[in-house]
């Protein structure tokens, strides 16, 4: 089990606008939206005074998701910005990146339509067979576990150690689970990234992401991979995102709540044919999902019939959101396969919301038909 924020770091959260605060201080930081900032004579270290390069309310939601993730943290405006400037910032020509071959498909797209293009090497790999074959050569390792959108799992710590001993960097997508649900760093890994535009944001109104790193050197490249390229985020998400933390332990407390008893439910329930869930022993990494999760997540992969069946099922019930993308309040889902993702054509990835189970699990029921 990973370390995650404890309880008092999980209250400190809540209490972070009354350090250092004057009295007549907003506890609520502002929204900050200026380019430029008063600068007579040389700049001084740790004060804005450029809006490309810092910016006070982007800093008060680093601050938060520093507490959360246990080491200092930069905000990117997407995931993919994120992603991209982790590996902007660890590699370059002729160096060999491997990433999983059934994660987010974006990151492999990137690499084979850009970074291939100057001179990367991209490799990949299926998630629950990422340790075979080793990592010597590689500069750069991508994980994501669970696997979206097949919730396969891998071994962070064992991984990361494994990439070290190589002389490579490791890099843990944790965008399906969060610092609540595993915190990769404690686990070893030298990066981890996250899309903060699902459950972190949660509320599907802002596209946010971030990257946090214990290494000093490795976070100081990543940061100036963002003032240089410009890929900033703007202080309006960057408050929404701060005010949405406040709230995403108890969020993700009911998320997880609800899918660990929706997940057997769905597995004994005739018109189902495979339920994928961490939390479940017929997951093929159960036993690993026990020791590297603090929760098993609030996504769940399930299998119907047929692709028309599964359309069906999303149309028919009031309480799924048909859409893509996860981590809302709402439950939401999707059939992968529009996507190209390599799954059975009937599979579902379900997000699960915040929803009182008393009224969520009837719904799912009732549209199962
Ligand atoms: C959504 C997602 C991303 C990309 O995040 P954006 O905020 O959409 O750019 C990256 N990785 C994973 C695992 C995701 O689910």
């Known amino acids: 089990m990973t370390d995650g924020p404890d309880a008092l770091e999980t209250a400190r959260l809540l209490h972070m606008g009354e350090e250092g605060a004057a009295k007549g201080d907003p506890l609520a930081p502002p929204i900050v939206a200026s380019s430029m900032f008063h600068l007579p004579g040389d700049p001084e270290p740790g004060l804005p005074f450029y809006g490309r390069e810092a910016n006070p309310t982007w800093q008060a939601a680093e601050a938060a998701l520093s507490l959360l993730?246990?080491?200092?943290?930069?905000?990117?405006?997407?995931?993919?910005a994120a992603i991209t400037a982790a590996l902007m910032a660890?590699?370059?020509?002729?160096?060999?990146?491997?990433?999983?071959?059934?994660?987010y498909y974006a990151g492999r797209v990137l690499a084979r339509d850009f970074l291939e293009g100057f001179g990367v090497r991209v490799e990949t790999r299926p998630t629950a067979a990422f340790a075979e074959g080793g990592?010597?050569?590689?500069?750069?390792?991508?994980?994501?576990?669970?696997?979206?959108?097949?919730?396969?799992?891998?071994?962070?710590?064992?991984?990361?150690?494994?990439?070290?001993?190589?002389?490579?960097?490791s890099i843990v997508d944790n965008t399906t689970m969060t610092p609540f649900g595993q915190r990769p760093l404690d686990l070893g890994a030298d990066l981890v990234v996250a899309s903060d535009t699902k459950a972190p944001g949660g509320h599907s109104d802002i596209l946010l992401g971030h990257v946090a790193s214990r290494d000093e050197a490795l976070l100081a490249r990543?940061?100036?991979?963002?003032?240089?390229?410009?890929s900033i985020?703007?202080?309006?998400?960057?408050?929404?995102?701060?005010?949405?933390?406040?709230?995403?332990e108890l969020r993700l407390a009911r998320m997880c709540d609800n899918a660990e008893a929706l997940a057997p439910r769905l597995a004994a329930h005739p018109k189902v044919r495979e339920v994928r869930f961490p939390g479940l022993d017929s997951h093929p990494a159960h036993g690993l999902a026990r020791r590297q999760m603090r929760r098993f997540?609030?996504?769940?992969?399930?299998?119907?019939?047929?692709?028309?069946?599964?359309?069906?099922?999303?149309?028919?019930?009031?309480?799924?959101?048909?859409?893509?993308?996860?981590?809302g309040t709402h439950s939401s889902a999707e059939c992968?396969?529009?996507?190209?993702?390599?799954?059975?054509?009937?599979?579902?990835r379900l997000s699960v919301g915040?929803?009182?189970?008393?009224?969520?699990?009837?719904?799912?029921?009732?549209?199962?038909?």
């Open 69 to 80: 993730e246990g080491a200092p943290a930069l905000l990117f405006p997407s995931g993919m």
């Open 233 to 248: 985020p703007g202080p309006f998400e960057a408050w929404l995102l701060h005010r949405s933390l406040q709230t995403l």
């Open 135 to 169: 990592f010597e050569g590689f500069r750069a390792v991508l994980i994501e576990t669970p696997s979206n959108p097949g919730l396969d799992i891998c071994d962070i710590s064992a991984v990361s150690k494994a990439v070290r001993a190589a002389g490579g960097l």
């Open 90 to 103: 660890t590699l370059k020509a002729g160096d060999r990146l491997l990433l999983p071959s059934d994660g």
């Open 354 to 369: 915040t929803e009182p189970l008393e009224a969520l699990w009837p719904a799912l029921e009732a549209a199962l038909g």
């Open 297 to 327: 997540g609030f996504l769940i992969g399930f299998t119907l019939e047929s692709r028309a069946a599964a359309e069906a099922f999303i149309e028919r019930c009031p309480l799924l959101a048909a859409a893509t993308s996860f981590g």
């Open 222 to 230: 990543v940061r100036d991979w963002r003032t240089r390229s410009g």
């Open 336 to 348: 992968r396969l529009r996507w190209g993702d390599d799954v059975a054509p009937g599979y579902v």
